[in-house]
């Protein structure tokens, strides 16, 4: 603990440094990460609205003294080895764990349930009513495998280039490069988790991400502006869809695949012990 609090009160004196220099634009250094004023206002802001908090110099404050304390503790835990510790160790398993089965799921089921695309499409001419909105989002964005390249473009973007232009030009996602950026209309029940509450607690022209998504993209966002009373594009319905048509097909293909799975991996099950007394 001696350690860390020396460790604490020294990268203090670096923080403070920093502010004095010369350089405004520098928030915090950390381990070579620099950190700069508007990187740091923007997830400051989002964190804020988020949780409902007017805005204070106090606020400001506790908010990157809670931010440097994270990183610390994090680092020396790691150089302790507290990620070898039972409970800590069983934690990251159960999440690494969780995570497999959730993508393998949504996987198997695509594969499972072989629905074309034509079957999709007419779904979505038939009950297009299901997907009338409200609210929707207009979003551009840029992905790139690349999460040096992300952050390069972040950069950009913090000091003004136009999202657009950037998409156009280094987007390794087709669809984005082609259509300089538009990513169409979202509503909130089809944007992804990773990050759908940053962008409900965002305003128009602010820019979010990178997020490492399920596709190993790094995205990066700008919220273009709001459409009301609209249908969901039938690209943005798509996965929606499939989800609907796995379910009314029922359940005999997902049974039928679990018991070739029990046979496969050896496993033995007594159903006559479920019937236990109550």
Not at 12 to 28: D, G, P, Q
Not at 85 to 109: G, H, L, P
Not at 139 to 167: C, D, F, H, V, W
Request: glycine share 4%; proline share 1%.
């Amino acid at each position: 603990m001696k350690k860390f609090i020396l460790f604490f009160f020294a990268f203090l004196t670096l923080v403070l440094s920093c502010e004095r220099s010369n350089n405004s634009n520098i928030m915090y250094v950390f381990k070579g990460e620099v950190v700069s004023v508007s990187d740091f206002k923007g997830k400051y802001t989002l964190w804020r609205r988020r949780n409902g908090l007017d805005d204070s110099k106090e606020m400001r404050r506790n908010y990157l003294m809670r931010e440097l304390s994270d990183k610390l503790l994090f680092e020396a835990g790691m150089k302790e080895g507290v990620d070898n510790i039972a409970e800590v160790s069983q934690k990251i398993e159960n999440f690494k764990r969780r995570t497999i089965i959730d993508y393998m799921q949504k996987k198997t089921k695509k594969e499972l349930f072989s629905i074309d695309d034509q079957t999709v499409r007419k779904y979505y001419l038939d009950n297009k009513d299901q997907f009338y909105r409200e609210k929707l989002y207009r979003i551009y964005a840029i992905r790139t495998y690349s999460k040096k390249s992300s952050n390069a473009i972040l950069e950009q973007l913090r000091n003004g280039a136009s999202i657009r232009m950037l998409s156009a030009r280094f987007s390794d996602d087709d669809n984005l490069s082609r259509n300089n950026g538009d990513w169409g209309l979202f509503s909130e029940d089809v944007m992804d988790e990773l990050w759908k509450k940053d962008v409900l607690s965002s305003l128009p022209g602010e820019i979010l991400g990178p997020y490492l998504d399920s596709e190993n993209f790094y995205t990066i966002m700008e919220i273009a502006g709001y459409a009301y009373k609209r249908h969901l594009s039938f690209l943005r319905t798509y996965p929606l869809i499939i989800e609907k048509l796995v379910n009314s097909q029922g359940k005999e293909k997902w049974n039928s695949y679990q018991n070739t799975m029990i046979s496969e991996y050896g496993a033995k099950i007594n159903l006559d012990n479920l019937n236990w007394e109550q």
